[in-house]
Each structure stands twice: as structure tokens, then as C-alpha cells.
């Protein structure tokens, strides 16, 4: 990843959340995101995942776009606990 921002703190809904934005270089219109001692997990990703772009597998997060080839700019947030069903 590069042109990584200084991260931004701030308040939602009563968590704290601690927030980048970066580019990042979608390959095949994927980018995946893993925890350091997560398990590569692109095998075990789910149809509905592929399809919602959208997916976790225990540390391990896909990410589709629309975009081939060309930076993105995604902002990343971080919070300390799950959020509620309902958000």
C-alpha cells in the first residue's frame, strides 16, 4: 500500500474508532487485507462474498472492486468492538 495518511481518531456511536485512508492497486478488481498472524484464506471465500464484494474469514478480508488495475482510494477503520446487527 502507499500513500498511507495519518490516521484519524475519532468517536462513533459511543466506540472508538481509528481511521486511514490509502491506495491501494486492486489485482483482478481484489484487494485482500490480513491480520499478521491470520491464515491466507482467498481459497475459502464464499460465492456470496465474491458477489457482495465483501468478506472475512478470521483476520483474513477480501475485497472486490470496480476498478482493474488502477488505485483506489479506501478508507480503512478500525474499531474496538463489533458493530450492532442493525448498523
Avoid at 31 to 39: E, H, I, T, V
Avoid at 74 to 85: G, K, M
Wanted: hydrophobic letters at 35%; one cysteine or more.
Amino acid at each position: 500500500m502507499q500513500g498511507v495518511r495519518q490516521p484519524e481518531l475519532r468517536q462513533n456511536r459511543c466506540v472508538s474508532v481509528a481511521g486511514a485512508k490509502v491506495v491501494v492497486n486492486p489485482w483482478y478488481r481484489q484487494f485482500y487485507l490480513q491480520r499478521g498472524d491470520a491464515p491466507w484464506a482467498s481459497d475459502q471465500l464464499s460465492p456470496a462474498g465474491i458477489e457482495r464484494a465483501l468478506e472475512e474469514r478470521g483476520g483474513f478480508v477480501y475485497v472486490g472492486t470496480s476498478m482493474y488495475g488502477n488505485p483506489v482510494e479506501v478508507t480503512l477503520e478500525l474499531h474496538d468492538e463489533a458493530p450492532s446487527p442493525h448498523e
